[in-house]
């Protein structure tokens, strides 16, 4: 299938930006601070590199293969019926972190702002727009997250710059783990908040000049990655370990007790949710999108816009199956660390595979061997 190639490397960089930073920012600094305290930063430092990684070899496929996604290059390279197993359990995959998300933000909506409101409604709603959403071609979805970037970039940033003059420095030491068994536990629970970048599979094949596709890649994680380390980092000198441990939502903590210079803005939770509203539609938008994006493919579809209502009552069904927070984030966890085996462990052996087999894409054909 020939793409029109009109996302700009910029563009391309948007996505996976806004795509990762999303419903997770909240917990984030309870992760790894729960598996190695004060090191907490750097567990987080060391699942952002591991997350690159998943990001580097999907990058290298897609370099490879620049007309496919990985839903037709995958059959290509592992056979039809191998391939179209490993691109549905991507579709489930992707299916489950959007519901799981959706109702993540849920239970922060219901808990936090419209206590009184059902939470079903505000699944449903944020849900929905994805769905509208998901209707416009890969153009308008590229516009969408380039032009809320600066919305969520900037907000957060300021929020994290401002709550340093709370902090204590001594609560950031030591500096490296004590006990490393319980590292690795941390360093895959903050591997997986990146998941979303599995976009840029879908992402690759449409851009001008896909050779540029890794120069996105490189900066979307360090903006991404950046910011999360930040506001671990954060969280933790403001906090300290024992509190943090106690914090549901760290993130939305911190933004509450910090305060604009001037008193301009006593406290910024209220500003800080919103930003995190559309946070969390960008991601949701990118998950559903890729979705409904890769089921088109597997069936060998030029639209995928019918399958956007199709999906929806599946993935809310999906959404509110755990029976409260604890329980949620119990899923949540479990399911992460086995998607690290689809975003991670299956691109490694698509492109051993394809190397080994000689196998990549032509720029005018879908592929070719030699």
Avoid at 24 to 34: A, K, S, T
Avoid at 243 to 255: G, N, Q, S, Y
Avoid at 341 to 356: E, K, N, R
């Amino acid at each position: 299938m020939e793409f029109p190639r009109e996302i700009t490397v910029m563009q391309a960089t948007a996505i996976l930006i806004s795509t990762i930073i999303g419903v997770g920012l909240l917990p984030l600094p309870r992760f790894p601070v729960e598996t190695a305290d004060t090191a907490g930063p750097f567990v987080t430092l060391l699942g952002i590199l591991l997350a690159f990684v998943g990001l580097w070899l999907i990058t290298v496929l897609g370099m490879r293969f620049p007309n496919q996604s990985i839903i037709r290059y995958s059959e290509d390279v592992l056979g039809k019926w191998a391939g179209r197993t490993g691109s549905v359990l991507v579709i489930l995959f992707f299916a489950v972190l959007t519901a799981l998300a959706s109702r993540e933000f849920g239970e922060v909506v219901i808990t936090s702002v419209l206590r009184r409101t059902p939470l079903e409604v505000t699944v449903m709603v944020m849900l929905f727009l994805a769905v509208v959403s998901t209707r416009n071609d890969i153009n308008v979805f590229a516009y969408i997250h380039l032009f809320y970037l600066p919305l969520i970039l900037a907000p957060v940033i300021l929020i994290i710059v401002f709550s340093m003059k709370n902090a204590n420095l001594l609560n950031l030491q030591p500096i490296l783990p004590y006990d490393w068994s319980r590292t690795w536990t941390g360093i895959l629970t903050v591997s997986a908040l990146f998941q979303g970048s599995f976009i840029h599979t879908i992402v690759i094949p449409q851009m001008r000049q896909p050779k540029k596709a890794m120069k996105a890649s490189i900066w979307g994680m360090l903006v991404a990655g950046g910011l999360y380390l930040a506001a671990v980092v954060a969280s933790l000198a403001v906090f300290g370990v024992d509190e943090i441990k106690l914090l549901l939502w760290p993130t939305l903590e911190l933004a509450k007790t910090t305060s604009i210079p001037g008193e301009i803005l006593e406290r910024l939770d209220a500003a800080f949710l919103a930003v995190w509203v559309t946070a969390v539609f960008t991601t949701l938008f990118s998950c559903y999108f890729l979705t409904v994006h890769a089921i088109s493919e597997l069936f060998r579809l030029r639209d995928h816009r019918m399958f956007s209502l199709f999906v929806f009552p599946f993935v809310y069904v999906i959404a509110m199956l755990p029976q409260n927070v604890v329980n949620l984030y119990e899923v949540i966890d479990i399911m992460s660390r086995m998607g690290l085996w689809i975003t991670i462990a299956y691109p490694s052996i698509l492109l051993v595979v394809a190397s080994i087999r000689k196998i990549r894409g032509n720029r005018r054909a879908g592929n070719q061997v030699g």
